[in-house]
């Protein structure tokens, strides 16, 4: 594990850099980097973000002069051989970067993982990697003012906010501290108009989107004496509205709103696919109901996909299996 000032001093040493996330990359993922290549551009190092995926509208704003490319071999195969250092942030585990994986698993001694997730593969020490903080652009912060690397611009600093935000939903998530806080209070000191920040994650929603938040809401079910929730978005409804997977984002958020409701269930159907995220609270590990059906995640929020399945057959067996997971709970 490296410190932040050893960080800094193989930033220092370099002069060229390519910067990296996960695939359908989130505002941590984005803000992170965004914030990392202007702290690198301000000493005069060269730096680009390559992603596999494109960055959501929703927070394209954050990257105001379009510095954020898309993956193409023809193109960056060269420029990531060439690099310096390869700094991947919001992941520690390689399959995660979608097509960049086989360019950078052949330049993995000059790779360095920032992460916050836990399980990283360990195949270099050249990572600081922190399961407690609830979003990277924490940890981006931190490594700015406590090393002094480069001065937090009102563009970085609205980029590690909008990080921050979303990674803690809004300041909620377990891991969220009085340091998180803190920070987002500097980061009004640099600038950061909060109000202005949440209409633009939260206030541009297309008409689309809306429907499909009404229809998929309109499908919750309640299992499990209460304690379970479903939401259930079909196939026919996606092809009626036109809507696309960026539209079916954040509706899991709605599947504990209900009182009561300890496990939160979401299937979305999209032609054969099946995709299935589930939340919990306390101590339900619907991470282990997921990995039943060969997908994985975090104690509290967890997902899978199956494809060439019967979609209701599915959906049963997974909400009959979820209400074994209710008595975890009650064992405290
Ligand atoms: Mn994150």
């Given at each position: 594990m490296l410190t932040f000032q050893q960080l800094a001093d193989i930033f220092e040493k370099n002069q060229n850099f390519v910067i990296i996330s996960h695939i359908n990359p989130d505002a941590d993922a984005i803000g992170s980097e965004l914030a990392f290549l202007k702290s690198l551009q301000f000493r005069n190092k060269y730096a680009r973000i390559i992603n596999h995926s494109e960055t959501p509208d929703f927070i394209a704003f954050l990257d105001e002069q379009n510095e954020i490319e898309i993956y193409k071999p023809e193109i960056h195969d060269n420029i990531i051989e060439n690099a310096d250092i390869i700094l991947i942030v919001d992941?520690?585990?390689?399959?995660?970067?979608?097509?960049?994986e086989e360019i950078i698993r052949k330049s993995i001694k000059k790779t360095i993982y920032f992460d916050h997730h836990?399980?990283?593969?360990?195949?270099?020490?050249l990572q600081i990697i922190n399961t407690e903080k609830v979003a990277v652009g924490e940890m981006v912060f931190d490594f700015l003012t406590e090393t002094q690397f480069a001065p937090i611009s009102k563009q970085m600093a609205n980029a590690i906010y909008t990080a921050i935000l979303s990674d803690s939903g809004y300041f909620r998530?377990?891991?969220?501290t009085s340091h998180t806080y803190n920070i987002a209070g500097k980061l009004l000191e640099l600038g950061v108009n909060p109000k202005w920040i949440f209409e633009m994650l939260y206030e541009r929603n297309s008409l689309t989107r809306t429907k499909l938040v009404g229809n998929a809401l309109i499908s919750t079910e309640l299992h499990g004496d209460g304690k379970i929730c479903s939401i259930t978005i079909r196939n026919d409804i996606l092809m009626k509205l036109n809507a696309s997977d960026s539209d079916v984002e954040g509706i899991t958020s709605y599947s504990l709103s209900i009182k009561d409701v300890k496990i939160g269930l979401v299937f979305v159907e999209s032609e054969n696919k099946i995709k299935a995220s589930f939340r919990s609270r306390g101590r339900i590990p619907v991470n282990k109901l997921a990995s039943e059906f060969g997908g994985g995640g975090h104690i509290n929020a967890a997902g899978i996909q199956l494809e060439n399945i019967n979609f209701e057959e599915i959906r049963n067996i997974i909400i009959n299996r979820a209400i074994e997971y209710l008595d975890i709970e009650e064992e405290k």
């Open positions: 992941l520690s585990n390689l399959s995660r970067v979608g097509s960049v836990q399980n990283p593969d360990d195949f270099t020490d998530y377990e891991r969220t």
